[in-house]
């Protein structure tokens, strides 16, 4: 499930997405979700802080962390996607670039997918290790989480 949404946390909130993203882990789902666009600690925000749920933040170009982008440092599965100048869909059949770490989910998700093609026993941990040790540092690491490598990832699945 990729989760472009979210805002922040409160206790009603909370429990909401946590007991969701424990239903869908317990059932063979893997979730995935936006850390949010307030330069802040994602920690603050739901259902980025959600256990269970592997957290996207966005980077940019020249893999900085995006001015936007909440970090993801204090939580146990955060990783980075390109979030800057995604191009996307737009009605009347055309398209646009946006920012946000609704942009970079989405990488995330799209890549899961296709992992979870090759194994589809992949459990949410083992999908970020993989995605933890496949990716690459970015020049705030300890911010983002490491940058996604696709054809890293689904080589390390192939090989498993």
Do not use: W
Request: net charge neutral.
């Amino acid at each position: 499930i990729s989760m472009s949404l979210g805002g922040y946390s409160n206790d009603a909130r909370q429990k909401a997405y946590t007991q969701a993203v424990d239903y869908c882990n317990k059932n063979g789902v893997i979730v995935i979700v936006a850390a949010g666009n307030s330069n802040m600690n994602a920690t603050g925000f739901a259902p980025a802080n959600a256990t269970g749920a592997i957290t996207v933040s966005a980077i940019d170009a020249d893999l900085n962390k995006a001015t936007f982008s909440n970090y993801i440092s204090d939580l146990n599965m955060g990783i980075a996607a390109p979030g800057v100048g995604i191009y996307s869909t737009i009605p009347n059949n055309q398209y646009a670039a946006y920012n946000g770490t609704s942009m970079a989910t989405p990488y995330v998700a799209g890549l899961v997918g296709l992992m979870r093609s090759i194994d589809p026993n992949l459990t949410t941990t083992e999908v970020y290790d993989i995605l933890d040790r496949t990716g690459r540092n970015t020049k705030n690491t300890d911010l983002t989480g490491k940058l996604i490598l696709p054809h890293a990832a689904i080589k390390a699945v192939l090989q498993r």
